[in-house]
């Protein structure tokens, strides 16, 4: 999912940054980046790589000494990344508005309380910063092909992972983000490609989606 998501968050970033240069190696130099539920690390070393200082939280400690042990192997990446184990209600209280951007990707339909995580989410990015978000659509075609299918018949996820009824539609992260004080600026499918397992952007968004918001700029008098 990384080829999409990088590019994503990459262009996102640049596009409502005015210090950040997408012609130079590190095109996300100075810009600072939270992952919420970063697992491995997966998503947080490339974003280092293009410059970015990353901070990646996760609720599992197993998760955090898997991210911090991988990150070991790349020296020039130390000085970049930041892992910590907990949850982003947490550090919402400890970091308001430190972010220019904020990515949960794969973890919102796994939330019991999702008003309160994209409220926690929004309250940590920067005015004019963003926030991303990939997950799953709550439609009948999601059901059968993320959970019958994936799960019971493919097995290509391990069985019970998913609870359709966390799936979370785009109107919905819309609603909710809008009363953070945010804009959607886009919202697209994705799917999987059943032959390469390689992700690629669709039109259709009933499955899996991708969603970009900006928080708005504080007017000044």
Known sequence: MNDLRIPLIRDGLLSSSSSSDRSTSLPLKGLKVLDVGCGGGILCEPLARLGADVTGVDASEENIKAAKLHASYSPSLIERLRYECTTVEVLSACEPEVYDGVVASEVIEHVANQPQFLKSCGDLVKPGGSIFLTTMNQTRLSYWLAIFAAERIFRIVPEG???WNKFISPDKIHHHLERENFKTVSVRGMT???????WCWVENTSVNYAMHAVKAIRETR
Not at 192 to 198: A, D, E, H, M, Y
Request: aromatic fraction near 10%; avoid cysteine; hydrophobic fraction near 40%.
């Open 161 to 163: 992972i998913h609870d």
């Open 192 to 198: 999987i490609n059943p032959l390469n397992f390689r």
